[in-house]
């Protein structure tokens, strides 16, 4: 069964920091792009940033570009989001996924080639 477990959100003032874990079972995560979701409360969904699956240079949304860093742990199954300089506008549900397009092994997703979504963390960035 594929599965994807969040952790690491909790409250934080703003300017602070977080680092978001993403634990994946089921399936071998070397071989998927992994990214990162938020959904904002009334908000749709939106990709934050994205691995492929042989790792390389990350995607970055414009809205946290220079602000969080995305890794990947594959031996561990584990991908993070190391989170810094929050705003009250980070405030949403974090959700870790994974994407698979045969023959491409870039970063460049559309958050619709996403699948098993996790449960999420909620992140809360307020003073």
């Known amino acids: 069964q594929v599965q994807f477990v969040e952790s690491g959100g909790g409250l934080v003032q703003p300017g602070g920091s977080l680092r978001l874990s993403c634990v994946s079972s089921g399936f071998a995560m070397g071989y998927f792009a992994v990214g990162w979701i938020r959904q904002a409360p009334g908000k749709e969904r939106e990709l934050i940033s994205c691995?492929?699956?042989?790792?390389?240079?990350?995607y970055y949304s414009d809205s946290v570009k220079d602000r969080f860093v995305m890794s990947r742990d594959n031996p561990a199954n584990t991908a993070y989001l190391q989170m810094n300089r929050l705003k009250p506008e980070d405030t949403a549900v974090y959700y870790c996924?994974?994407?698979?397009?045969?023959?491409?092994?870039?970063?460049?997703?559309?958050?619709?080639?996403?699948?098993?979504w996790g449960q999420g963390t909620q992140v809360t960035v307020s003073s």
């Open positions: 691995i492929g699956h042989r790792g390389g240079s990350p």
């Open positions: 996924a994974r994407a698979y397009i045969a023959g491409y092994s870039g970063s460049l997703f559309d958050i619709s080639d996403f699948d098993s």
